[in-house]
T-cell receptor, first 114, second 116 residues
Framework: DTAVSQTPKYLVTQMGNDKSIKCEQN?????MYWYKQDSKKFLKIMFS???????INETVPNRFSPKSPDKAHLNLHINSLELGDSAVYFC?????????????FGSGTRLTVV | AQKITQTQPGMFVQEKEAVTLDCTYD???????LFWYKQPSSGEMIFLIY??????QNATEGRYSLNFQKARKSANLVISASQLGDSAMYFC?????????????FGAGTTVTVRA
């Protein structure tokens, strides 16, 4: 059983399109995240959700809209895709009770905008 | 300001030798956690080791150990007896308290290449 699963694994789309990435975790964690890894491999937080509530929105353009229907799911919808959105997007989850809890990451979604 | 600094973009190590990956961090929070993750060429993020700011002893997990020097704000990863499968990118990360509890801040990563 995959702990954090995200779909699709690969996404190739044209500029201007709208696309969604789905994420589900079966670890019983109460916090979920979206991270973006750019072409230089730098990982940057985009959003954090705790028990379906948005906690962190790290200056991400409004074209990106996360949705958490329940604490096991966190989806990412991207409108009007741009070339600069090409990256690997990672979903992750964790407990919030103390810093001793690390993150479990999904396998990533490689988004290519052409 | 950068919270996590990894100054070694790339390193080569001979198989069976040990390698140390540097990581320094910046925080004023007395309670924080430090993590190392491995990202092989397949792309997944693999948790390796954790060190809490109040832990008295350095963390160890198999061939991985964390050299934690709190006063110097460094948390170097030591991989002993390197194997070809250790070739990957390695990220140091920190989780702090308060609102920062809801995110991991990552360093830029170090690419390790193990030579046979």
């Amino acid at each position: 059983d995959t702990a954090v699963s995200q779909t699709p694994k690969y996404l190739v789309t044209q500029m201007g399109n709208d696309k969604s990435i789905k994420c589900e975790q079966n670890l019983g964690h109460d916090t979920m995240y979206w991270y973006k890894q750019d072409s230089k491999k730098f990982l940057k937080i985009m959003f954090s959700y705790n028990n379906k509530e948005l906690i962190i929105n790290e200056t991400v353009p409004n074209r990106f809209s996360p949705k958490s229907p329940d604490k096991a799911h966190l989806n990412l919808h991207i409108n009007s895709l741009e070339l600069g959105d090409s990256a690997v997007y990672f979903c992750a989850s964790s407990h919030t009770a103390g810093q001793g809890y690390g993150y479990t990451f999904g396998s990533g979604t490689r988004l290519t905008v052409v | 300001a950068q919270k996590i600094t990894q100054t070694q973009p790339g390193m080569f190590v001979q198989e069976k030798e040990a390698v140390t990956l540097d990581c320094t961090y910046d925080t004023s929070d007395p309670s924080y956690g430090l993590f190392w993750y491995k990202q092989p060429s397949s792309g997944e993020m693999i948790f390796l080791i954790y060190q809490g700011s109040y832990d008295q002893q350095n963390a160890t997990e198999g061939r991985y150990s964390l050299n934690f020097q709190k006063a110097r704000k460094s948390a170097n990863l030591v991989i002993s007896a390197s194997q070809l499968g250790d070739s990957a990118m390695y990220f140091c990360a920190m989780r702090e308290g308060g609102l920062n509890d809801y995110k991991l801040s990552f360093g830029a990563g170090t690419t390790v290449t193990v030579r046979a």
